[in-house]
């Protein structure tokens, strides 16, 4: 039996012959702003605001919510 691990007996390219080619265009936002915070209580109210969990390490976010994983972390198909 062969391995698919095993270089030098397993040739990806001729098992990837006649397989259709993969695409995923980047999905981009409609806009992006920058909001700075003076304290650790601002951001708290507004993440209050907004309804969305903000932390002082949180770097981006979708609003309204949108989970960057869309649902499929640690999920395999």
Do not use: Y
Not at 6 to 24: C, H, L, R
């Amino acid at each position: 039996m062969n391995d698919i691990f095993d270089i030098e007996e397993f040739d990806w390219k001729k098992e990837w012959t006649g397989m259709p080619e993969f695409v995923q265009e980047k999905q981009e936002p409609f806009s992006k702003i920058i909001i700075r915070f003076e304290t650790e209580e601002d951001l708290h109210d507004f993440a209050q605001l907004i309804g969305q969990k903000l932390t002082p390490k949180t770097k981006s976010i979708w609003h309204p919510f949108r989970s960057h994983w869309n649902g499929e972390k640690g999920r395999w198909k």
